[in-house]
T-cell receptor, first 116, second 112 residues
Framework: DTGVSQDPRHKITKRGQNVTFRCDPI?????LYWYRQTLGQGPEFLTY????????KSRLLSDRFSAERPKGSFSTLEIQRTEQGDSAMYLC??????????????FGAGTRLSVL | DAKTTQPPSMDCAEGRAANLPCNHS???????VYWYRQIHSQGPQYIIH???NNETNEMASLIITEDRKSSTLILPHATLRDTAVYYC?????????????FGGGTRLMVKP
């Protein structure tokens, strides 16, 4: 257990529905990341927060995707009007804001989304 | 970030050393080598990182060649629980908080 919690672990939804995932990072970590991982591939970066500010977004993050970190603690990732291509593992990671640590990221176990 | 090349899969006998290679011939002087692994149905787990000196921790050893164009992750006594996909990532050690870029990794199968 890395200390990064993700909820739910599994989500099955029908195409066109909206889904929301939650990530609770390690409490003292200022940085929070979302990644997506499809079967047989390595994780791909989606977006990154420094405290409550969303500082970077990948081109993978279409306008149907939105992420928030309102108080700089937990984060949510929402997918609107889900498509079958959204089926994947959604991973959250956090890291401390310390030059000494060199951006070592600690990952949660992920949320596996299946869109039917 | 520099591109890395890893063999797609490797086998190792339980109790033997697992040596996982990584080529990063375009690595820059300020880029570090990081290793993560991902056990089935779990998120990636940080293992070790280094710049140019060999590094060792409780999980593994990292050997970086003198020209820094390649490295080897060594699991000294592999167990069945070390079966996982191992990712070699090269990136700048900075405070910018950028993402990790994962390649395909090496799928290590530890066999009894």
């Amino acid at each position: 257990d890395t200390g990064v919690s993700q909820d739910p672990r599994h989500k099955i939804t029908k195409r066109g529905q909206n889904v929301t995932f939650r990530c609770d990072p390690i409490s003292e970590h200022n940085r929070l990341y979302w990644y997506r991982q499809t079967l047989g591939q390595g994780p791909e970066f989606l977006t990154y927060f420094q405290n409550e500010a969303q500082l970077e977004k990948s081109r993978l993050l279409s306008d149907r995707f939105s992420a928030e970190r309102p108080k700089g603690s937990f984060s949510t990732l929402e997918i609107q009007r889900t498509e079958q291509g959204d089926s994947a593992m959604y991973l959250c990671a956090s890291s401390p804001d310390s030059h000494l640590i060199g951006n070592i990221q600690y990952f949660g176990a992920g949320t596996r989304l299946s869109v039917l | 970030d520099a591109k890395t090349t890893q063999p797609p899969s490797m086998d190792c006998a339980e109790g033997r050393a697992a040596n996982l290679p990584c080529n990063h011939s375009t690595i820059s002087g300020n880029e570090y080598v990081y290793w993560y692994r991902q056990i089935h149905s779990q998120g990636p787990q940080y293992i070790i990182h280094g710049l140019k000196n060999n590094e060792t921790n409780e999980m593994a050893s990292l050997i970086i060649t003198e020209d820094r164009k390649s490295s080897t992750l060594i699991l000294p006594h592999a167990t069945l629980r070390d079966t996982a996909v191992y990712y070699c990532i090269v990136r700048v050690w900075d405070n910018a908080g950028n993402m990790l870029t994962f390649g395909g990794g090496t799928r290590l199968m530890v066999k009894p």
